[in-house]
DNA sequence: TTGAAAGCGCTAACAT
DNA sequence: ATGTTAGCGCTTTCAA
């Protein structure tokens, strides 16, 4: 099981050259003459050569891995789609280069000191982080580590250097505008936690529609993502306003939980009160009505983190990215 | 940001000790005399050191990395909550344990190279598996990169050596079962696809469970796990035999689809058709109504993988391990 | 264009 | 119980 690996020497000898030239070949270094690279080349196909990462990385002080690190307290929350579309995104996007991922889910104290020795220990050359709260402790460690640190979303405080974030205030201003284009007018919202840049953003694009087409916008209720918040304040939102005829939510989770309510009483949906929620998940697709939301480009955040972390390794100092938001349009608005 | 990490050498001159005793201290090998291990010890501390690991996978032949490969065809297989929950489960399971994780979502051919590539470097001392497919040409690359390999799920052939499994036969024994002990008798299924272990044993635990009872086990239609699929099959159900009274699926995502078909022909369920399926995914328990099904214990599963492997990577012959399903009632049934 | 040699930071075998 | 030394397999000067 564990034959021993042929080395760049025994590379070397079969070629008929020095290490200096299997070297330079390997790594596509100039100075190399077109016999020495095709023996070379020749040699490494024949003994199935790969280097030893270990060596090489000794040698270059760079790993070649990076790793995601995701900030959840609830197990639970790791489960949420978002997080497999982002490592989906990752993937795809590492597959390109010869980096390699390593996840790190770190909810404890015990799962940050993990990522501070992975990274103190020279394992890995960056850090993509999935941090849930503002100012999670998490994102400390992770500054601490010596390495390029990505965030996935910003940060209220703007404390986040380089982050690649969805429009999320445009997509919620996109839902608003075309539950107004519909005929609604009195429109509720239901808001994530409003200490984090995302649910701030969502609401405040939820307003600027509403103020923009002079409605009034003082149906709110704040939840926090989950699907029993997402109830709950539906409840409140119909007892506060029974008048309401349209409801933005900003998440699909809570948009989930608004639903039940909404078919508990008896409301009927878009008839009565139009739905719409946020994020694109997979369950908007399974609810009933199908779910009318907004759609991050989830994968393309994925892909964009892993692009900005490359350009840091490499010493360039990247621009924060936005990418656009996209309204979906189904069956419950 | 790259301020050099101190070595082994500073703290061994710091403690004043040789290197081979601050070696010995952090690997707590023995022969170091207490004075010697607290001055190492605090010197540690103050130059806040912690080992490179490039330096010591040379030196000892191991990276202290385990790879967790995921075979899938679909993008959107991945995004499965199934997935999400091994994960967690691994991760769980990791903290306990000095090893880092290695994510490779390995779909094309180019993933499997990706594969080969960190087992030939030595970038992971073993390989946690999970395949769809019988025969996947994932578990090809796996077996011959020269580590330990842990297979999530049985295969066919029983070509897998080392695997953890649920007790795919035994659930859906109890699942139909329980139909039978409400009263139902034409109890129809819904099979995954026919080709992987999987979907056998589901299959077979059912007809167990009718033939002991002594009911006719001649409704049946395959599926292949997808919703579509179970749409599918629920309605060529309905048309071939129209007095069934309950319907075992071998998969929630199937469940979803034939929820939908049966609420579209307007059959009550349970009142009319009781249905039951498999896995306990997280949308189980949002569909109307809620869906009785068998839950497979995915986070057991994934902590139990990493523990076969840390046998193996001992030198351990394990034995494979089946865990035990559970059903879990709810509306549906 | 190529070869030789000096590390990279750690472990482990061998002395003491 | 502790120190010393020879690698682990690669990259990268520096010479040639």
Redesign the pocket.
Known sequence: MTD??P???E?ARRA?????????V??N?????R???QAVERAIKDLD????V???S????RSGAVVLAVSSDDQALFTNPFFAEVIVGVNAALEETDLELLLILAASERGRNRLARVLQSRRADGVMLLALRENDPLAKVAAEGGVPVVHGGRSLGGSHHWYVDADNRDGARQAAEYLISIGRTRIATITGPLDMHVGVSRYLGFREALALAGLGDERVAHGDFTEASGAAAMARLLTDHPDLDAVLIASDEMAVGALGVLKERGRAVPGEIAVVGFDDVVTARHTHPTLTTVRQPIKALGREMIRMLLALIRGEQPTPLILPTELVIRESA
Not at 49 to 52: A, D, F, H, I, R
Request: charged share 15%; no cysteine; proline share 6%.
């Open positions: 021993r690996q080395t760049l020497d590379v008929g050259v020095s290490r200096g030239t299997v070297s330079r390997i790594n270094a100039p100075h190399v003459s016999a020495a690279r050569y790969v280097p030893n270990a060596a090489r000794l040698a270059t002080q």
